[in-house]
């Protein structure tokens, strides 16, 4: 029998709405699989019970008093929802994955949180991170590191690792993360959940570090395409504070519309014709998901975007993004901070006036041409990443199908790339990688596509899951208790 907490996210709504399900219930389970499995995993790092039991209660008598009289509720009314732990939480502790935060409590919640609880979520816990979200392996000095669900010897991506962990695992039924580079289609990927970066401004957010910037979206992350949806319409909303946020409609994602996969036309690329990085058995494995999946549609055809100058571009502008957000703290706290954070400032520091210049007329002409690009074609798809999961105890790999990583950026280029587009970007399980771990694909959206994008994935992944060689088993975790 299928506990509560493993159902997906809209037919745990559906089953509530029906008085088939408790709020009540579904929280406990989520608190029983979290006793058993976050020992082991590690996903989630502070919780506030006591408030979600509050909440659950009231969503219980919520649905029973709209069962009497009628009437709609906020659509995640009675769902256990994680927040990435960069962001800020009312009552609920919140690192930033930093030992210089590690005992901090906000008194207010962000806009975005303060959305999603007038969307009817319940705010259960934080999930893990690394540092200020910087990295794709999640582990940090106040929690330690989080564990693949599929293989708790190896690492379940960054920086959304936490929220990827819990939704694998059953934790939650819903997840928030954020992406730069990738880091919420990375660990999405690797965990075998969904994982969706929306078009910038979406998600309206306050404390935007640099007025206009692609680099950091707040997503949703789910076990399906219409759960991460689901999650989007309490996440979605106009920030007058966010110089990127516009009117938008939240309520038209919760319910995806019907997409005829035959009628689309698709281009796919293993690796941005040789500017990305890619190991040789995730290229294998891509060849044969392509294969599969492009009978589906109107065509299917083998197309690369000239990202020639995106190594360069995202180096130079992540350089800028840390310096202004990290300068003071590597200032002063040099020796607390996470590598990683002190070598990208320092790097940034480094650069000229004329670095950014050139890197910003670079972006321009990229940008100019991925819509060129996009102007025949409804989707792109690539691979989800470039390696299998790694080793925790190896780290980071410093080469990549035997190429030689200049820094722990380089293996992310399939992603980051695309964040230069500004467009949305999903990543979808599609099985397993020569390792016997989770693989999944990017689709990239036309901009501001972001309903049509999630709907096509929603039907894709109904193909996927009619395949056998393309279906992924959920992970087996109670083995590594």
């Known amino acids: 029998m299928t506990d509560a907490c493993d159902l997906d996210a809209v037919l745990a709504r559906r089953r509530m709405r029906a008085r088939e399900l408790s709020p009540v219930e579904l929280l406990k389970s989520c608190l029983e699989r979290i006793e058993d499995v976050n020992g082991t995993i590690n996903a989630i790092v502070a919780m506030d019970i006591p408030r979600a039991r509050a909440d659950a209660a009231a969503a219980e008598r919520s649905f029973a ?11 995640l009314t009675g769902l256990p929802v ?25 008194d207010t919640d962000e806009a975005m949180v303060a959305r999603l609880r007038q969307a009817g979520g319940i705010i259960l816990g934080k999930t ?24 708790p010897e190896r690492t379940p991506g960054g920086s959304s690792g936490g929220s990827a962990a819990a939704l694998a695992t059953g934790m939650l039924p819903l997840a928030h993360g954020s992406d730069t580079g990738g880091s919420l289609r990375n660990p999405a990927t690797w965990c075998g959940v969904v994982g969706f970066r929306p078009t910038p401004g979406l998600v309206g957010r306050e404390g935007r570090t640099l007025n ?33 946020a516009g009117p938008c409609r939240p309520e038209d994602f919760d319910g995806l519309p019907e997409t005829d996969l035959s009628k689309l036309r698709v281009a796919w690329s293993v690796d941005f014709g040789g500017t990305a990085p890619i190991d040789d058995a995730i290229r294998a494995t891509f060849n044969n998901v392509i294969a599969e999946i492009a009978p589906l549609f109107a065509h299917c ?23 202004a957000s ?21 790097a940034g520091m480094a650069m000229t006036l ?31 990443n470039a390696v299998s999961p790694f080793l925790i105890k190896d780290g980071i790999p410093t080469s990549v199908g035997g190429k030689p990583m200049q820094n722990y950026v380089d293996a992310s280029l399939i992603r980051s790339a695309l964040t230069l587009t500004g467009h949305p970007v999903i990543a979808l399980p599609s099985g397993l990688d020569s390792v016997g771990m989770p693989f999944g694909v990017q689709i990239v959206g036309k901009r501001r596509g972001d309903l049509a994008l999630l709907a096509a994935s929603a039907a894709l992944e109904a193909a996927i899951q009619a395949r056998p060689a393309l279906r992924l088993p959920r992970p087996d975790f109670r083995r590594f208790r």
């Open 65 to 75: 008093q709209a069962n009497k009289k009628g009437g709609n509720l906020p659509p």
């Open 82 to 106: 994680g927040i990435k732990d960069l962001n800020r939480t009312a009552g609920l502790r919140t690192t930033y994955g930093s030992l210089l935060h590690k005992d901090d409590v906000p």
């Open 128 to 151: 893990n991170t690394p540092e200020f979200g910087s990295g794709s392996n999640t582990t940090n000095k106040v929690y330690g590191a989080t564990k693949n669900p599929y293989d």
């Open 212 to 244: 206009y910037t692609h680099f950091n979206v707040q997503g949703p992350m789910g076990r399906t395409v219409a759960d991460a949806a689901l999650l989007l319409s309490g996440l979605a909303g106009d920030e007058s504070r966010d110089t990127l």
């Open 301 to 323: 055809v083998p197309r690369d975007p000239d990202f020639s100058a995106a190594r360069d571009i995202f180096w130079i502008l992540r350089c800028i993004y840390y310096v």
């Open 326 to 346: 990290h300068e003071d703290r590597v200032a002063q706290h040099r020796d607390v901070l996470s590598p990683n954070i002190v070598s990208n400032v320092e």
């Open 354 to 384: 004329a670095d950014a210049a050139r890197a910003e007329r670079q972006w321009s002409k990229l940008y100019a041409g991925f819509q060129d690009f996009f102007a025949d074609i409804d989707l792109l798809i690539v691979p989800g």
